[in-house]
């Protein structure tokens, strides 16, 4: 697949009176911000609890997400849900979601090869992540390797340099002014956002991917566990 330069991006698909997640969900299903709605099977959006403690974003969807239309639900959503559990985080007070919302791959015969996402798809889907998280009121963000940093830090955040360092959400943001405000209540009412901080490190898959996987997975709970110390 060709570098993409350009894209509308999502934001005029988001509906400005959607007050839940379940609304923006429903209206990202529609959304065509960017050419990757052609080939995937269908958008995947963030899921978990609203009142989540611990949001947790990822790059984008794999193929079995992309075939069920739910996040983190293939090997390395395994391997995370396993990790926050051994890290002590309650793994119901956690909401996952993507960077990019729909699946990036190439056609190897019948096999889909999964793509990283260009800058030109995470700029085009970074509206739904801040309309997420208007919605959401985290105390703690997990940014979950390169992908989900450049969306949210920057181009210049560097994963390796700085995982399992807390840092305080939304100041580190690359633009905090998206994440500052959320509404409280239908009628456009907008208040501070709560204080939160943010943490990033490895994405599940990287452990996957790993030489040794024992120690890619335990850097993985050791970073994790710096979030669940700092859970309040
Ligand atoms: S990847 Fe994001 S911006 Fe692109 S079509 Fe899907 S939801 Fe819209």
Redesign the pocket.
């Given at each position: 697949m060709a570098e993409t330069e350009s894209?509308p991006?999502?934001q005029e698909?988001i509906p400005p009176q959607a007050d839940t997640i379940d609304e923006l969900r429903a209206a990202?299903a529609g959304?065509?911000?960017?050419?990757?709605?052609r080939d995937?099977s269908q958008?995947v959006f963030g899921r978990g609890d609203e009142s989540a403690r611990v949001v947790l974003v990822g790059e984008?969807p794999g193929d079995l997400e992309d075939q069920k239309g739910l996040p983190f639900v293939g090997p390395a959503g395994r391997l995370l849900r396993r990790a926050v559990d051994d890290a002590g985080i309650n793994t119901g007070q956690i909401y996952l979601t993507n960077a990019?919302?729909?699946f990036r791959f190439e056609l190897r015969g019948k096999r889909r090869i999964h793509q990283t996402?260009d800058r030109v798809?995470i700029t085009?889907?970074r509206p739904?992540l801040v309309a997420e998280f208007a919605r959401l009121h985290p105390e703690i963000v997990v940014v979950l390797g390169a992908t989900a940093a450049k969306a949210l830090l920057g181009p210049t955040f560097r994963v390796t340099k700085q995982r399992g360092e807390l840092m305080p959400w939304p100041a580190a943001a690359q633009h905090p002014e998206d994440f500052a405000r959320v509404p409280v209540d239908s009628d456009g009412k907008v208040a501070d956002a709560p204080a939160a901080r943010l943490l990033a490190t490895i994405h599940p898959s990287a452990v996957l991917r790993a030489d040794n996987q024992d120690v890619a997975y335990d850097g993985l709970v050791k970073d994790l566990r710096v979030a669940a110390r700092a859970l309040r």
């Open positions: 894209a991006g999502a698909f990202a959304c065509r911000g960017c050419e990757l709605y995937a958008t984008q990019v919302k729909h996402p798809h085009a889907c739904w």
